[in-house]
Nanobody, 122 residues
């Protein structure tokens, strides 16, 4: 019932920038958190960054200072600004959302998007 659509991935050279976006739609009463995971070949999916409904954020150390998460509550959209990209940032970036789908729900449901490929290479 909840759908996530990511965009903004692509091929960039080291040091370049990309901005990812993720729009949530469907049966959403409220959003508890939105963020981004990434999954590289041969590696586990890892949480990159997340922003909560109150505006609090967490970010993995490997991208701290280079990536910034932001949101547009009116659009149910989260963004990931990625600067100073490195080859090790290459991965499928997957949008994550934790949502309450009804007014009586106490624990959020979790959904992941289809992913968008980010490739950093010369």
């Amino acid at each position: 019932q909840v759908h996530l659509v990511e965009s903004g991935g692509g091929l960039v050279q080291p040091g370049g920038s990309l901005r990812l976006s993720c729009a949530a739609s469907g049966s959403i009463f409220s959003i508890s958190a939105m963020g981004w995971y990434r999954q590289a070949p041969g590696k586990q999916r890892e949480l990159v960054t997340i922003i909560t409904s109150s505006g609090g954020t967490n970010i993995v150390d490997s991208v701290k200072g280079r990536f910034t998460i932001s949101r547009d509550n009116a659009k149910n959209t989260v963004y990931l600004q990625m600067n100073s990209l490195k080859p090790e940032d290459t991965a499928v970036y997957v949008c994550y959302v934790a949502v309450l789908t009804t007014r009586s729900q106490r624990l959020p449901d979790k959904y992941w998007g289809q992913g968008t490929q980010v490739t950093v290479s010369s």
